[in-house]
């Protein structure tokens, strides 16, 4: 499920250099760990019908995304942005 696309995750991961627009980016990676956080929840209580696979996924997601945003959030701007693009990659690769 592509709840970003693979456009505005490039949009994102080219602003991170962006010292003005760091306040956005944080927001976004922020929200975008949320959403994820509440799909593995959701994948997990309904494994019976989702199978552990989604729930596999979903983890990887949000632990991926969360590694984003801890190096976004202490100033390894590069580090972040490689992180964002292997997600994005692995984002297209589930398509």
């Known amino acids: 499920m592509l709840l970003i696309s693979d456009e505005q995750l490039k949009?994102?991961?080219?602003?991170?250099?962006?010292?003005?627009q760091h306040q956005q980016c944080l927001e976004e990676i922020q929200r975008m760990v949320e959403i994820k956080q509440t799909l593995l929840w959701?994948?997990?209580?309904a494994q019976a019908c989702c199978?552990?696979?989604?729930v596999v996924r979903?983890?990887?997601e949000v632990q991926l995304l969360e590694?984003?945003?801890d190096a976004f959030q202490e100033h390894q701007i590069e580090?972040?942005?490689?992180l964002l693009e292997d997600y994005r990659v692995y984002m297209s690769s589930q398509l």
Do not use: H, I, S
């Open 79 to 82: 580090k972040a942005a490689t």
């Open 42 to 45: 959701r994948a997990d209580t």
């Open 51 to 54: 199978g552990w696979a989604t």
């Open 67 to 69: 590694a984003v945003l």
């Open 11 to 20: 949009a994102l991961r080219d602003r991170l250099a962006n010292p003005e």
């Open 58 to 60: 979903f983890t990887y």
